[in-house]
C-alpha cells in the first residue's frame, strides 16, 4: 500500500503544483479537462479557472492529507477505523473531482 499512497501524494502535489500555475498564467493546463476539449474555442476560460481554482485547492489538500495519514499509518499503529476513514475519503474526493470537474467543462469550456 505505500506504493499507492506514495502515487497519490505526488498525483496530489502534481495538481496543486498544476492549480498555482493555472492561476498565475490564467492558461489551462491539459491535465484539467477532457482531451476532446478544444481549449481554443472555449466559451469562457476565466470563468474555469475562477470556478476551479478553490476546488482544485481543497481536493489536492485534501488528497494530501489523506495521503500522509495513509502512509503514517504504514509505520505508526493507528486504529483500523483511520483506514477505514481515508479509503472512503478517497472514493468521495475522486467522486467529488469527477463530478466538480465535468460540471465545470460542460459549463465554461463547451
Not at 506514495?6 to 479537462?33: D, H, N, Q, W
Not at 489536492?60 to 504504514?74: T, W
Request: net charge positive.
Amino acid at each position: 500500500m505505500i506504493i499507492i499512497e506514495t502515487v497519490l501524494l505526488g498525483c496530489a502535489l502534481y495538481i496543486l503544483f498544476l492549480t498555482v500555475k493555472m492561476k498565475k498564467s490564467r492558461e489551462i493546463p491539459s491535465f484539467f479537462v477532457n482531451p476532446k476539449i478544444d481549449l481554443s474555442k472555449a466559451r469562457d476560460k476565466e470563468g474555469f479557472i475562477d470556478n476551479m481554482t478553490g476546488k482544485l485547492f481543497l481536493f489536492s489538500a485534501l488528497l494530501i492529507l489523506f495521503s500522509g495519514i495513509s502512509l503514517l499509518s504504514e509505520y505508526v499503529s493507528f486504529p483500523d477505523y483511520v483506514s477505514i476513514i481515508t479509503n472512503v475519503a478517497y472514493i468521495a474526493m475522486l467522486v467529488y473531482y469527477a463530478v466538480v470537474t465535468v460540471k465545470a467543462q460542460n459549463k465554461y469550456l463547451l
